[in-house]
């Protein structure tokens, strides 16, 4: 079943705020900052790849213009309570600028984005290991690189899709009753063809 809570990047307007990622942790500061919907009616947009409704690039501002180098941590947070960690699957697509890791539960994934502009276009991942009981913490870390001939336009942004996100339930008790009692019944139809 769909993992509930987990949304692609810029699923509001260009210029908003988006509701479910947020700026955990930047050069500006440990306290977390909204995350604005970039808006696409110039640079960065493009060459960043373009906006689209199914997502959106967010960053520290709408306009995405000047930002400091150094790492930001966008980050998301979803709920596998009621479902089985092991069977949890997230697919998608993401873009960054500049590079970039995927970290779940403080842990990296292994999956990044390590060479020049990566925000020409959106890259494949997938999520299959990792994941805990109960709330969960997906990091997206972009490292802005310094650019000296950028004339204090150095953007940094996100951008996610999510294409599937699933998980298993945990059988309901009445699925563990029905399940033992089939197998008693087996058994004892097993014992009487071994006594026939």
């Not at 479910?20 to 050069?27: H, K, M, T, V």
């Not at 890791?101 to 999520?127: A, D, K």
């Not at 109960?134 to 870390?141: S, Y």
């Not at 996100?165 to 071994?194: K, M, W």
């Amino acid at each position: 079943i769909p993992i509930p809570g987990l949304y692609s990047t810029g699923t509001v307007p260009e210029g908003g705020i988006d509701p479910y990622y947020w700026i955990a942790a930047s050069p500006y500061g440990p306290l977390p900052l909204a995350a604005y919907v970039v808006t696409s009616d110039g640079f960065p947009i493009p060459p960043w790849v373009a906006n689209n409704s199914s997502s959106r690039w967010i960053s520290r501002t709408s306009n995405a213009q000047a930002d400091a180098v150094g790492l930001y941590t966008f980050r998301t947070t979803f709920d596998l309570t009621g479902l089985i960690p092991g069977t949890a699957v997230i697919v998608g697509q993401w873009s960054s600028d500049n590079s970039a890791q995927i970290w779940l539960n403080g842990v990296f994934t292994g999956v990044g984005l390590n060479f020049e502009r990566p925000f020409l276009s959106l890259h494949s991942f997938t999520l299959s290991s990792g994941f805990q009981p109960g709330l969960n913490t997906l990091d997206f870390i972009v490292n802005n690189w310094n650019c000296p001939n950028c004339n204090h336009s150095n953007p940094t942004g996100l951008r996610v899709l999510i294409l599937e996100a699933t998980a298993e339930p945990v059988p309901e008790p009445t699925t563990f009753a029905l399940l033992g009692a089939g197998l008693i019944a087996l058994g004892i139809l097993a014992r009487r063809l071994r006594a026939s």
